[in-house]
């Protein structure tokens, strides 16, 4: 790898869009050089539903992070979410080639395809095989089988599917954008990239990332995924409820929201007010109590869900690290307090670390997601084979020789990056 290597990743939210450029550093630190921040346009829920308004925000969130940087941005590592993402477990299986009966890395790659191999209705594609754990000849719960000797060796794989068309028409407004997808990361896998720690991974944790109209949950036990899941959820439908509730405009009901939302409406004095916009001028005085019951209503539903989760991935009580909240919703004060009632385990704000010269802009919890896009990618530039031996979430994309090229404008070529396509 060149030391100036530089990735790229485009966190395409239903409320933001976020575009970020990052060099990648030795042992795949990463220095942020450029962020761009644009409200999204065109994506409900997680996915397209207007090509023309998406490629538009795209292009002004890729503009934003390409004046801040000096880079351009060719290719890029992208989020993928919405309702159409799936996942199963399988086990793949090869038989070990070398002579001496040692496994390589090549041999632990081999067991990773076969994992792939799933059989899928046509419109659906793979967009991760996370290898869980291996297998040497019957003793199980091996964590890096290279090295190994063995005659058959077995992975147990997280396999993450989406649907074909949602992927594509994402992939259509990244091109119309001028951007190749470099490798799509299931968008909690990025969160989880930029907040987690390897203990929390190691004693077993959930991440949820509550956006603007999703909440994706992604839960790790002994260092590897082992339960995704996504529902249509978020701070859109918080937005929603007050501007329903308290007759007020949508843009007046968000500014509420942040300005005067808590998750916790019984912590609220009764006596504060907040002045409602009605529609078309005017207004009225509400009790804040009023406000953050609808807040703790809805938070109530998405916690629920989360709690929901936490049980169908068959680990609940085994989560000694809890669970730990990112998006922007994570942001809401009270809902670490809410959190931890619902799902009766301790419950923390994850905010992105790992990289060096993000701005105050890009600090919270909405952003770990794009900033987990650069760690993702320079991981997989740095060594993507080792990573995926210690079960550490890694795109497991076939490598197809494509190749993507970030040019630095000034005319300099920057650096090339291994393409991991779905
Ligand atoms: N300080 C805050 N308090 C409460 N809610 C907040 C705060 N900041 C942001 N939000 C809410 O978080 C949501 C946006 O979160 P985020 O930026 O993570 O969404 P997204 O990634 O664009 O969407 P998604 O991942 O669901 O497609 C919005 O509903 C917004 O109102
Ligand atoms: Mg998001």
Known sequence: MSKDAVVAGIDIG?????????????????????????????????????????????????????????????????????????SLNNRGVVGVAGEERIIREEDVQRAVEAARVISLPADRQIVHVIPRSFVVDGQDGVHNPAGMA????EVDAHVITGGTTAI??????????????AGLVFEPLASAAAVLSDEEREMGVALADIGGGTTNLVAFMEGSVCHTSVAPLGGGHVT???AVGLRTPLGSAEE??????QALY???????VVRIPGFGGGGSEVSRRRLCEIVEARLEEVCTAIAGEVVRSGYDGLLPAGV???????????IETLA??????????????GVSGLGDLARGPGYAAGVGLLLWGAQAEYSPAAAASVGKPVPTGRADGRRAVLAKSAGRVGVWLRSFLP
Request: charged share 20%.
């Open 14 to 86: 239903s409320s933001k869009i976020c575009a970020l450029l990052g060099e990648v550093q030795r042992e795949g630190r990463v220095h942020v050089l450029g962020v761009g921040v644009v409200p999204s346009k065109g994506i409900r829920r997680g996915v397209v539903v207007n090509i023309e308004q998406a490629v538009e925000a795209i292009s002004a969130a890729v503009a934003k992070a390409e004046r801040a940087s000096g880079y351009k941005i060719v290719s890029a590592y992208v989020t993928v979410s919405g309702a159409h993402i799936a």
């Open 150 to 153: 063995g005659y058959r060796l």
């Open 168 to 181: 594509q028409n994402m992939a259509r407004c990244l091109s119309r954008a001028g951007v190749e997808v």
């Open 240 to 242: 929603n409820d007050i």
């Open 256 to 261: 509420l929201k942040l300005a005067a939302g």
């Open 266 to 272: 019984a912590e609220v004095a009764p006596d504060e």
């Open 324 to 334: 730990v909240l990112t998006g922007g919703v994570a942001e809401t004060p009270g």
């Open 340 to 353: 931890q009632e619902i799902c009766r385990l301790p419950v923390r704000t994850g905010r992105p670390h």
